[in-house]
């Protein structure tokens, strides 16, 4: 790095895997802006990232949930020249079939794992786009390409993380603001809170080791990263699948003969 002092900004660094984020950014020569709840942790977090890397860290409190908070997080991502990577961490699971589902802990999952995410991308894009410099990290979930029947709006949150992320690199493609997506599948963190983990112990991953993985992934180009992966070709035949599809649909206006509507019926309007 240069000795122009960039800084990145975690959302949910205050405990596991955003946390790491910190750590790892700061040993990696940035400054840091932690934004989460729990002012007391990103204290003693940014206490520590002051004296074992020298870092400049600030803290700055906020609940994402909350419109003004928010408003607050996404004014200093637009206007600060010194932003030039931006985390987008903060996110929380709300697993229940629908029938009993809280509506409630369904709107907040919402506005932190999709608003917040896109709002505060929304606030970077812009000013990275015009200086054609810039790294978003935005974390999805493996569940992201899985149905699920206990836990629908957490699947389609992630779902949303990982095409919003997928259409943002396809806007910045012929630029060097990078976007890169991180699909996890269970990590060790507080993310399941007292309920009993759904996954068996040896299916959980340290946040170190998947943040570093995420890195390795970054420094290798790889921005759809999938850090539990083995055969990345797996990955690739379901990309090339999407594409087939995404032709298959969008050759005509025409309905396919097994809706018996054999003519297209014209619009009296
Ligand atoms: N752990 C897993 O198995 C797993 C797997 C795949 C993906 N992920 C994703 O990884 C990301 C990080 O989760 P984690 O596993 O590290 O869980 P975690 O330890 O529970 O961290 C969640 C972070 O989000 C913050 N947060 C929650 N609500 C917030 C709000 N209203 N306003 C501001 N910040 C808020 C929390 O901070 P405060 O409570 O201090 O606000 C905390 O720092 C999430 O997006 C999650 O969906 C996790």
Known sequence: MSDVRISALITGASSGIGAVYADRLAARGYDLILVARRRDRLEALAARLRQDYGRVVEVEPADLRDPEDLARIEALVRSREDIGVLVNNAGLGAGAPSVSADPEAVET????????????????????????????IN???????????????????????????????????????????????????????????????????????????????????????????????????????????????????????????????????
């Open 139 to 269: 974390i999805a979930s493996i569940i992201a390409v899985i149905p699920s029947a206990t836990a629908a709006a957490y699947s389609g949150s992630k779902a949303y993380v990982l095409n919003f992320s997928r259409s943002l690199q396809s806007e910045f493609a012929k630029t060097n603001v990078k976007v890169q997506v991180v699909l996890p599948g269970p990590v060790r963190t507080e993310f399941f809170g007292d309920r009993p983990p759904p996954f068996p112990d040896h299916l959980f991953m340290s946040p170190e080791t998947l943040v570093d993985v995420a890195f390795r992934a970054l420094d290798q180009g790889e921005m759809v990263c999938w850090p539990t992966l083995h055969d990345p070709q797996a990955w690739t035949s379901f990309d090339e699948a999407r594409r087939a599809l995404s032709k298959a649909v969008s050759q005509d206006a025409v309905p396919p003969e097994r809706y018996g509507l054999a003519a297209p019926i014209e619009s009296v309007t």
């Open 109 to 136: 999952l919402v506005k932190i794992n999709v608003l917040a995410l896109t709002l505060l991308c929304l606030a970077a894009t812009p000013r990275f786009a015009a200086r054609d410099d810039g790294l978003i």
